[in-house]
């Protein structure tokens, strides 16, 4: 008896726990419609696959206990959801099934074992199998090799036209290839049909793009590439699927019809398949043969070891793909095992999906901290009820920044969607807005640096917060040490990363500043340190006492203060003092210095943490000669643009570098029409012909050292 069958009269003459069992059927099909209308009408899910996957393996195990409570359009007899109004509706000739799931290694034998006893098989069957693209099923009509009409899956019967679309779609052929030798191909010719099924998809890559675009503009993040796909798809103008990343491969060929309509053959019919066409592997590679688009790892393997070997092989592939997948599918491959086979309410008795652990899951977020990066960058990491997503325990999740926390409305005791892939760091993907109560609490950004206790500044323009205790962070200490002694800043010779952790582990240092303090007998001690390397480092680092303005500067590691900006500042002001006092106006008045570079110089020096190591160093004898200050637009190249190519043998390209940007000129490693000189020494290659091509003034070494010598002052 069906549920709508059921009299109310007799509820009170049933078990109790019939009466339960009823009420959760009835609860889970509810339930599970719901989901289905979010998933595949409006791109929307609420929940995560895996739990998903869950509520239906319940309800069908109910609906099996007790078989007089389900029904007919129960989720475990229908497929998706019903086609949305806004789109016209296409009946499918061959409905459009979904396929049974996998899990484990015992479902994908006990699959095989099925179909081994149905078909009294003694020896091992051939499976085809194929990645399960995370995308959007589609049917596509193609009448004398012209495609004519392309239609969503729908509810497995009735789908919705996406033909123009569809058309948009760069992959799929708008003419197949006809002048394959093939039976087929002849029917084609005389006006006959062919409909094939397949996956429109939208790549990592595109995906990222679209989401970036999106992020500019404000506006809503699509949750993850299947969303996005689905959402470009069901666009009513279609010049927007159009600017949509959209992908395609074929995965089936549903039917073959005669120029007089007569059928042919169809999946799942009684009718028995073509001579011509009595496999799933050369049927898609007859597609490929046409012009289709199929996927590349597409493999045929025997029953057993053949079919886990191929999962585990795809699984470690999964993260390096092109694209997202969410399993395998395994098919017998013979055509006509397949009939034999049959279907059940739902989906093929001949194939299944072996899905891999959920790499989403739903859960709550209980805290959010704020972590501290080598560079200075808090990020918000998510504290979550613990849950198993991508086959791992998972109790935190990045946050990214407060830009993305506000954009995705999160907030603390919200349920979120978590996304792991692979060894990517856990995220945040999205609020299940559905399930927020009234006890959320915003997330704020901290004032203080939670490690040093210095401010915390979002310059306006980036995304990123930043720690301003770069010297004295303990978070940023080993970057800003390394940074501090590298060759272009200081030039510690010896000083490499390993000798620096090895100070900062034994508690010899806990700034730059300290290391000046250094002396031999302090390294002496230390494990696999040498008393000569011992000297060499303790001279290296009093050597460099002595150093230009410029060098200093930069290797304070000042944010976006690169070698030429820190050349530029120190040229403009001279000394350090009236660069500290300098307001962001005033700053933003030097060539190549914005006002995000501004902003930072400004908040650096009036971080008294910082002001603190400065002196300090000032004091154990980092110093540098003053010299007048030139405004760099009153120098002699000011507003020229110089690339330098090939050998010099009178001086360093570096030291040419150096000569150039002295007299104002910016100095590109591109040429492009903005140049104004390229400097050729000996072997150059590419550069010195577009210079030429472009009719750029070149010279060459001798020429150079002249063209300076005519600026050196009288």
């Not at 696959?49 to 389900?70: G, I, N, R, T, V």
Request: overall charge neutral; hydrophobic content about 40%; some cysteine.
């Amino acid at each position: 008896m069906a549920v709508c069958e059921l009299s109310p009269r007799l509820m009170p003459y049933m078990p109790k726990y019939k009466i339960a069992a009823k009420k959760r059927i009835e609860a889970l099909q509810k339930e599970i419609g719901a989901h289905n209308y979010r998933y595949h009408v409006i791109n929307a899910p609420s929940i995560s696959d895996s739990e998903y996957d869950a509520l239906f393996h319940q309800l069908k195990q109910l609906e099996a206990q007790y078989p007089e409570f389900s029904s007919p359009d129960s989720p475990t007899h229908t497929v998706g959801a019903a086609a949305a109004r806004r789109f016209n509706r296409v009946t499918h000739r061959v409905a459009m099934l979904s396929l049974d799931n996998a899990f484990s290694q015992e479902d994908l034998q006990n699959f095989e074992k099925r179909i081994a006893e149905r078909l009294k098989a003694e020896e091992n069957l051939v499976f085809h199998c194929e990645p399960k693209l995370d995308g959007l099923a589609i049917s596509l009509i193609y009448q004398g090799g012209v495609l004519t009409k392309a239609a969503t899956r729908g509810d497995g019967v009735v789908g919705e036209d996406v033909t123009d679309n569809i058309r948009t779609i760069k992959d799929i052929p708008k003419n197949l290839n006809l002048s394959v030798p093939h039976p087929l191909s002849d029917i084609l010719k005389k006006g006959g049909l062919l409909e094939v099924r397949g996956e429109v998809f939208m790549p990592k890559a595109g995906f990222k793009v679209l989401n970036d675009a999106i992020r500019r503009e404000g506006g809503k993040l699509f949750v993850n590439p299947r969303n996005a796909a689905a959402g470009s798809l069901r666009q009513l103008d279609s010049a927007i699927t159009a600017a949509r990343p959209l992908a395609f491969f074929a995965y089936s060929l549903a039917r073959v019809e005669d120029p007089a309509s007569n059928l042919l053959w169809a999946e799942g019919s009684e009718q028995e398949p073509l001579p011509e066409l009595s496999s799933q592997s050369s049927n898609l590679q007859l597609l490929g043969d046409f012009g289709l688009p199929i996927a590349p790892l597409n493999r045929v393997v025997l029953a057993g070891a053949g079919c886990w070997d191929y999962f585990e092989k795809i699984a470690n592939q999964r993260a390096e793909l092109p694209y997202e997948i969410d399993g395998v599918v395994y098919k017998i491959d013979n055509l006509m095992l397949q009939k034999n086979l049959g279907f059940v309410s739902r989906a093929p008795r001949w194939a299944i999906a072996h899905k891999f652990p959920a790499e989403e899951a739903t859960t709550r977020i209980l805290d959010v901290e704020f972590q501290v990066g080598r560079t200075g960058t808090l990020t918000p990491v998510a504290r979550l009820e613990p849950v198993f997503v991508g086959g791992a325990r998972v109790s935190n999740a990045t946050l990214h920044n407060m830009d993305e926390i506000q954009r995705k409305d999160i907030h603390i005791y919200d349920t979120v969607l978590v996304r792991r892939a692979g060894d990517v760091i856990p995220e945040v993907i999205s609020v299940v807005l559905t399930e927020r109560s009234g006890n959320v609490k915003p997330i704020i950004l901290p004032k203080l640096c939670p490690i040093c206790q210095s401010d915390v500044v979002q310059v306006e323009g980036e995304a990123a917060a930043r720690c301003m205790g770069h010297l004295i962070c303990k978070a940023q200490r080993l970057e800003a040490i390394r940074h501090f002694v590298s060759r272009k800043a200081m030039n510690i010779d010896g000083l490499g990363e390993k000798i620096i952790e090895l100070f900062l582990e034994h508690g010899l240092i806990h700034h730059v500043a300290d290391l000046y303090r250094l002396k031999v007998e302090d390294l002496r001690s230390l494990p696999r340190l040498a008393d000569k390397s011992a000297h060499n480092i303790i001279s290296a680092i009093q050597g460099s006492k002595r150093c230009s303005l410029a060098k200093f500067l930069y290797a304070l590691g000042i944010r976006e203060v690169g070698e030429t900006t820190a050349k530029l500042l120190a040229k403009h002001y001279g000394a350090l003092e009236p660069l500290m006092n300098a307001k962001v106006e005033e700053l933003q008045t030097i060539r190549d210095v914005g006002p995000v570079v501004a902003a930072h110089l400004e908040v650096f020096f009036h971080t008294k943490e910082q002001l603190h190591i400065i002196r300090d160093l000032q004091k154990l004898g980092v110093e540098w000669p003053e010299t007048p200050a030139q405004s760099a637009s009153k120098l002699p190249l000011a507003g020229k643009t110089f690339v330098l190519t090939g050998g010099l043998s009178q001086m360093t390209r570096e030291q040419a570098k150096e000569k150039l940007e002295g007299l104002g000129a910016k100095v590109s490693d591109s040429v492009s029409k903005k140049t104004h000189y390229v400097i050729a020494g000996s072997n150059a290659g590419s550069k010195l012909q577009k210079a030429e091509a472009l009719g750029i003034e070149t010279l060459n070494e001798n020429n150079f050292i002249d063209f300076l010598k005519a600026l050196e002052p009288s």
